[in-house]
């Protein structure tokens, strides 16, 4: 425990950083091949991808989906806790090791909304959408927040300064605490999570993600299109549904 605490910060944004990769429309391309080519499919390690863009169109409008799981992406992710307890739904083809309160003192950082979120939900469950809330009702939501995460720190930090072990200390502090995890995955299974987890007008099948966790997968897409830019075509070509 530090002599002095850390103050606590405030924080609307999230930050997606790809930490290593192994990722490439190429390996869509080999793997695909090795049905019809056997052992020459090694030719097309080295062949340039654009000749081959019609298969990967193909694949992903017939949802031959194998050939997008030989690659593999890790990304280092510091979001709210309550991001993580959606995004670890997602199982098939990912690993997760995320920053633990029982191992190290946790930070005082916090997510409060920005101004453009939309705070106001209206209709009922399966028929509802989000608006814009008031000047005040950001202003409450604002100062509500502040105020818990500032009590519940204090109550954390005077926990670790009796003694108390951090992982019963940690009890007491909120979903809206900022948190660090690797998550590492393919294509293929990105895509079903990009698939969920972002609104885009030319989804097939609509989505209506919370909006914390679809800032995550914005940056992840951004990231993976430039890696894959076929792959991520013919995604977006294809309803971005995951083949």
Request: charged share 25%; aromatic share 10%.
């Amino acid at each position: 425990m530090t002599d002095e605490p850390t103050a606590p910060q405030f924080r609307s944004d999230v930050t997606v950083e790809l930490v290593r990769s192994a990722a490439a429309d190429s390996d869509v391309i080999w793997a695909a091949r090795v049905s019809t080519a056997g052992e020459q499919s090694l030719e097309a390690l080295q062949q340039d991808p654009e000749k081959s863009k019609g298969l990967i169109n193909y694949l992903m409008r017939d949802r031959h989906g194998t050939p997008f799981e030989h690659n593999s992406m890790t990304f280092f992710i510091s979001a709210p806790i309550f991001v993580f307890r959606e995004f670890h739904r997602h199982r098939s083809g990912w690993s997760y090791n995320e920053e633990s309160g029982r191992y190290r003192e946790l930070q005082p950082v916090f997510y409060v909304p920005a101004e453009e979120r939309k705070l106001v939900q209206q209709g009922r469950p399966g028929r509802y959408e989000f608006v814009d809330g008031t000047p005040e009702q950001h202003e409450t939501v604002t100062g509500a927040m502040e105020a818990a995460y500032r009590e519940a720190y204090d109550r954390y930090q005077e926990m670790l300064a009796a003694g108390v072990a951090r992982e019963v200390a940690r009890a007491v502090l909120p979903v809206g605490l900022f948190s660090s995890m690797y998550a590492t995955c393919n294509s293929r299974s990105l895509m079903h999570f990009l698939s969920l987890r972002t609104k885009k007008e030319n989804a097939a099948v609509p989505s209506f993600p919370q909006r914390e966790i679809e800032m995550v997968a914005e940056q992840m897409e951004e990231q993976w299109a430039r890696l894959m830019p076929l792959t991520h075509a013919a995604f977006e070509k294809h309803g971005r549904v995951a083949p």
